[in-house]
């Protein structure tokens, strides 16, 4: 069981970037999926979420309206569009779903925004 994250890199302020979190072992269809990011000497922070039975979504404010979370089930991946990057976007970003009784974590995607 385990989640595994793709998709970072350097990119200037004002660029996009797409995300990819791929899970084997369990269906992400099942749970709800989130994305978290950290920055060094900092706490990890909630960036957004897609629900197990709606696909709702929700956003950290800090995102809102720049990122989009989706989900592909035929792919088991969830997906984190990020549009509109700015330099304090720049963290380790994880993604995590709660799944046999315990969060299953990846080891995280590096996104860096320069100015």
């Known amino acids: 069981v385990q989640v595994v994250e793709s998709g970072g890199g350097l990119v200037q302020a004002g660029g996009s970037l797409r995300l990819s979190c791929a899970a084997s072992g369990f269906a992400f269809s099942t749970v709800a999926v989130s994305w978290y990011r950290q920055i060094a000497g900092k706490d990890r922070e909630f960036v957004a979420i897609?629900?197990?039975?709606?696909?709702?979504?929700n956003y950290a404010t800090a995102v809102k309206g720049r990122f989009t979370i989706s989900r592909d089930n035929a792919k088991n991946t969830v997906y984190l569009q990020m549009n509109n990057l700015r330099v304090e976007d720049t963290a380790m970003y994880y993604c995590t779903a709660f799944h046999g009784l315990q969060w299953v974590w990846g080891q995280g995607t590096q996104v860096t925004v320069s100015s």
């Open positions: 897609i629900q197990r039975t709606d696909d709702s979504t």
